[in-house]
């Protein structure tokens, strides 16, 4: 018989799993995770980790995190505190205690803290009896010693051993959060087998974190977050770099292409690579090429035979690209080129995220090159920006650059399946021969200027294609001053018919607004919910979100000078905003962060507050 337990219903928490990079803390969130898209919650999340493959152990730079926020209702972000932090040892616990909200749970593994362990956390004493953890709720468990004990006669050995307490964790977290253990025990035996030993400790110790909390009486008390009230569809959680991948896969399938992918693994940008060579079914080739340049060059090659050529990588990979993106611009083939975001320079912060690669994806080309530009917005717009860069890039014969970053590649979050049947027809005719008719490769369309994709070996649709300017029509090379200047003009104006392209802008909120928000890509959460928590405090806000960066949407300038007040926060040192004021010459207010972190909803909202304040003394 188990003893009673109470049983709290919450609208909504914050879990924060925190530990050595090698204690499994991505893998025991990403249970969770699962688990709570399972049981029909809201969800987002964060992981955060350190970029070396095993960091220093019991250091507070070897630390690894992975935050989830849970809800009954929609929500947008992470969350910015955590309610809930689970330490496995003092350097996780001093990492991220700052972090949790005063009166916080506080789950900690007793067993870590040793005089070892404190003195490389750059603890004096023990934070667990000194007193200074008396704000918060602490809970501790003896999660190594019952451990061991729990995989007793599953096979493991050695150090292994201690490898499986991050699943005594999730087993104690998910009883205490009433979460549903049969996706985690299915998911240990699907990934693991019946018989190997590495699931059964994991799938004893999972049990054991399960049991420790119905029999021992400290964990007395449970929570209970409700399914959220989302709408009617089928649902699956999926993370920035799968949705992006699988938009890549539906866009193939628009445009009636088959897809090649070439990239070099790249953090953050590796997963997206992973998860198409999963996907031959639906025709994708996939090559991992022997360096950057190598990669983008391959892609370009077959959009050249009639593929939809794509390559993936992060900013050091734009870089070295650049030539190769030139070149494409240069002979009017599609291709995809997609860059997710890490803070840098250099090899920077790889883990870490950032926006600071819009200049370099807007003007990051030697001579006159503009090309379109757009940006995913969350994990699940992933998809649909990914099916946006292929309808640019095909219609419009254009390379495009589509903008991710590290947070939207690793967060998750619940994704209603589209019907395949929306999505349409994007393809565009391949040039055939017309008898008695000379080919031109570069005539155009006259509403897009894309010029005809003539597959090479078509016969009678022989021409030149190369990196020297070429003469209008013909294509034959030209060095006349004035022909190049009329090639530099038209292929500038094709940014300009991809501009009549996009559709109207969507405002949140009032068109009245004493200020008005601009954000681009993995800002839309804290932004949207910046927005409507400073409305609920009395501030008068609107959002804007555009997915297009180059060209602008054609509206844009009409509804920025519609607002007194123009905030645009930015995960770098103000790029968009520079962009803004130099093309709409309005005085736009930035907020910039560089952490490597994404921004908080409080961070938004009082900013907001700040200019609606200054602008009613103005008005005083």
């Not at 609208?11 to 499994?24: T, Y």
């Not at 190997?196 to 999972?206: H, I, K, L, Q």
């Not at 790029?575 to 908080?600: D, N």
């Amino acid at each position: 018989m188990t003893r009673p337990t109470d049983r709290e219903r919450l609208d909504r928490v914050v879990i924060r799993f925190a530990g050595d990079s090698g204690d499994g803390m991505q893998l025991a969130g990403t249970r969770f995770t699962d688990a709570s898209a399972l049981l029909g919650n809201d969800l987002a999340t964060l992981p955060d980790f350190p970029a070396e493959i095993r960091a220093p152990a019991g250091t507070l730079p070897g630390v690894s995190s992975f935050q989830v926020h849970i809800a009954d209702w929609d929500i947008l972000t992470p969350g910015d505190t955590p309610d809930v932090l689970v330490a496995m040892n003092p350097a996780a616990l001093r990492a991220n205690v700052a972090d949790l909200r005063k009166g916080g749970l506080l789950l900690v593994n007793e067993d870590a803290f040793d005089e070892r362990n404190l003195a490389k956390a750059g603890y004096a004493a023990d934070p667990l009896t000194d007193g200074s953890l008396e704000g918060y709720h602490l809970m501790t468990a003896p999660m190594e010693d019952l451990t061991k004990t729990a995989v007793e006669g599953t096979g493991l050995r050695g150090r292994g051993v201690l490898r499986s307490k991050n699943f005594f964790a999730l087993g104690l977290v998910s009883w205490m959060f009433n979460r549903p253990v049969d996706p985690v025990l299915d998911w240990v035996k699907e990934k693991f087998g019946k018989d190997d030993p590495v699931g059964n400790a994991n799938t004893a110790a999972f049990r054991a974190g399960y049991n420790f909390g119905i029999t021992t009486e400290e964990f007395h008390h449970t929570f209970e977050v409700q399914p959220a009230k989302l709408p009617a569809g089928t649902y699956t959680n999926i993370t920035g770099n799968q949705a992006l991948a699988w938009g890549l896969i539906a866009a193939s399938q628009a445009v009636k292409l088959p897809l090649f992918y070439g990239s070099y693994p790249i953090t953050p940008a590796s997963g997206i690579l992973e998860e198409l060579s999963r996907h031959k079914n639906f025709g994708v080739r996939t090559v991992q090429a022997e360096d950057e340049i190598a990669a983008v060059g391959i892609a370009l090659g077959a959009s050249f035979a009639g593929h939809l050529g794509v390559t993936g990588t992060s900013g050091p990979g734009v870089a070295l690209k650049s030539e190769t993106i030139s070149l494409a611009f240069q002979v009017e083939l599609p291709l995809v080129i997609v860059d997710v975001q890490r803070a840098g320079p250099s090899t920077g912060m790889p883990t870490k995220v950032e926006q600071a690669d819009l200049m370099l994806a807007l003007y990051g080309r030697h001579g006159e090159a503009p090309i379109p530009v757009v940006a995913a917005s969350s994990p699940s717009d992933a998809f649909d920006t990914a099916i946006e860069a292929v309808r640019i890039a095909v219609q419009h014969m254009t390379p495009v650059i589509l903008l991710s970053d590290g947070y939207i590649a690793n967060s998750s979050e619940p994704w209603a399946l589209p019907d395949a049947g929306e999505l349409g027809d994007l393809s565009v005719p391949f040039a055939t021969e017309e008898p008695d008719v000379a080919f031109l490769p570069y005539r155009r369309n006259p509403q897009t200027l894309a010029r005809p994709w003539a597959v090479p070996g078509t016969p009678g649709l022989e021409h030149r294609i190369g990196g020297l300017e070429h003469e209008d029509l013909t294509g034959n090379v030209s060095y006349d001053p004035l022909n190049h200047e009329a090639m530099t003009i038209l292929r500038e104006e094709k940014l300009e018919r991809v501009r009549a392209s996009i559709p109207p802008s969507t405002l949140y909120g009032d068109d009245d607004a004493e200020v008005l928000v601009l954000g681009w890509g993995s800002t839309y959460g804290a932004i949207r919910a910046g927005v409507r928590n400073a409305n609920r405090d009395g501030a008068r806000a609107a959002h804007l979100h555009i997915r297009h960066l180059s060209p602008l949407p054609p509206d844009l300038g009409d509804i920025l000078h519609g607002f007194p007040t123009v905030l645009i926060p930015e995960l770098n040192r103000g790029q968009l905003l520079k962009v803004i004021r130099a093309e709409y010459l309005i005085p736009a207010v930035g907020l910039s962060k560089v952490q490597g972190l994404p921004f908080k909803t409080a961070e938004i909202a009082a900013k907001i507050h700040e200019l609606a304040d200054a602008d009613a003394s103005e008005r005083v």
